[in-house]
């Protein structure tokens, strides 16, 4: 399948699957990869953000690949609810994560659970790092609040649906 943006072409595999699509970004899944495809200033900014936090600890993202100046690639990452059993990991994983933002100084900016993948192994993945800020950046983020402040509504509302 070829897809065109500004005139430039990509070939996605046969298989690909198309995830999400909006003014931004499109994303589509072959297999086990993940196609990101977007305007140049924020694929740029995702794959920088990526390398600042990978910078200081690469285990909770998955990896990436520039492909182009329109394209990232990413491993896809299931997902799965979290059990009762596994909310002090979750909760554990999730303190190591906001820990590496602030050492990284890096912002996230949209923490929320459609961005936290809780793999299969019990392994926490952040993904959509597109609208994330370094820690100085003025721009105000996707989500006011910070990503302390999510991390937690979104620990609060995994903790309800465990009881």
Known sequence: MCIVTKGKEFRLPQTAIKLSDN???????????????SIPYLIRNEYAI???VQDVDRAFIPNVRYLDDYTLMFDYVHDRPVRAAEIENFRSQLLQVLSVLELAGVRHGDLTRPNVRWSQFGKLYILDWAESRHAFDPAQDKRIGGDRYWANKMLEEIERKAE
């Open 50 to 52: 990526i390398g600042a």
């Open 23 to 37: 003014n931004i970004s499109q994303v589509w899944r072959a297999g086990e990869k993940v196609y990101k495809r």
